[in-house]
């Protein structure tokens, strides 16, 4: 049965058309992900699949009774709410049917037969729902995401992105709605939680559609494979190594198609050309042209593919102790984070920070770039030193255009400079005038990995770089900061990324 159905969509951003006459289905029980570059529309079409953005042209047809949840790269939720609360939220009915039972034992008491069979009886649907075992379920959830427990009283407003993230994948697992709506999933998780989840998604027993440039996910999750390519949409059955190969072959075929398609088009309009001004055969060139006119023209192969470049200036070298860091404590309050951190970090070398999300990678990059007050210990940057520092966290930039974000950090560079810059990361045209609340979150890191291409340093510090990038742009940016000659700084969960890149690695 479709639990989905869409139908002869489109949905453009100003000129720029993500979907021409878009149609497929999602059934009862499929797994399914959505592959694509950045700025296909990936995450855009999910936002139309839930009503909060609506389409152009099309039917969007959810069927009837069908429930879903949505994990979006913009995670908003009730700030002032406690972790805990809010996962417990989830089984508020079956709370409500536990004070009922309970007032229906108190009125029976009292001698009242038949409120005893009544809370007998929803003692038993209690127990056929799982509610006693609530406890071991969110247990099992917490441990799998590796959710910090001392945070769980905490409000929502105080946990890190990737804790929040992390909150909201939870209470979709407890939810198990007909139809799970996945934006990068992996994003702030580490190998180990990763694992965990592909074992949850795998052992889901309703459907789900995941969006994720993880392609060693895909390949453990994936039974339903849509492209999103060109403006269409098309379907592969099968596992992601069927996908490949089976894709590999239609993109051969399309590529011969379209070359003859190009060859009949190129010897149409030279009969047409040459006989259109004949007296004698004017009348077969107008009809050539007419059948021409009709012909429904295939798209370039891979027309809508934007190659991603960057490149980050080396300013000069400096000695060979850029960073030195002494029983460095981190964290907020006075209360540390970790035990006091201690190494140097030498000319050139390159090393990637790990450890799970919430630990105090963030907040210890923060510390040693002076946005955030040390507790105890030290940190020294070698006089000349110039960082530059990748942030993840972007909110406060989104009503800004990517020609804006540049524009006003380099208000003295030509409207060409600043648009070549954004054209190399892979923001061309009007994508560079859109607001990036507006933009894919691939497209936002690009344009900000575009701001520091501009900027020279001698010292970079990358904060999860690579959180919404396709597999193209990674290998862009791993040959970049490959190329780059100075120190840097990389805050990690991808080991296809950073593994072979930096000289050694810190847990924290």
Known sequence: MALLTVSDLRFSYAANELYDDVSFQLNEGEHAVLVGHNGSGKSTLLKLLTGKLLPDKGKIEWTGGVSFSYL????KENANQKVIDYLYGVFSPLFEKEKEMERLYEEAATGNEKALNRASRIGEELLDEGFYSLQGKIGDLVDGLAFPKDKLESPLSLLSSGQREKAFLAKMLLEEKDVLLLDEPTNYLDANQVKWLIGKLNDYPKAFLCVSHDQAFLREIARIVFVLENRRIDRYRGTYEHYEKQRALDLEQYEKNYAAQQRYIKKEEEFIKTHIVRATSAMAAKSHRARLSHLVRM????SDVVESHFSFPFSHDVGEKPLIVDSLEIGYDGISLLEPISFVLKKGEKIAILGQNGVGKTTFVKTILGLIPAIAGSYKWLEGTTPSYFDSDIDRELELTPFELLHEAFPNLDNTRIR????????????????????????RTKSRLALMSLRKTNFLIFDEPTNHLDQKAKDALYAAIARFPGAVILVSHEKDFYDGLVDYELYF
């Open 72 to 75: 979006d790269q913009e995670l």
């Open 299 to 302: 798209a370039p192969p891979q």
């Open 420 to 443: 070549s810059a954004l054209g190399e990361a892979g923001v061309q045209k009007e994508k560079a005038l859109r607001p990036l609340s507006e933009l894919s979150g691939g497209e």
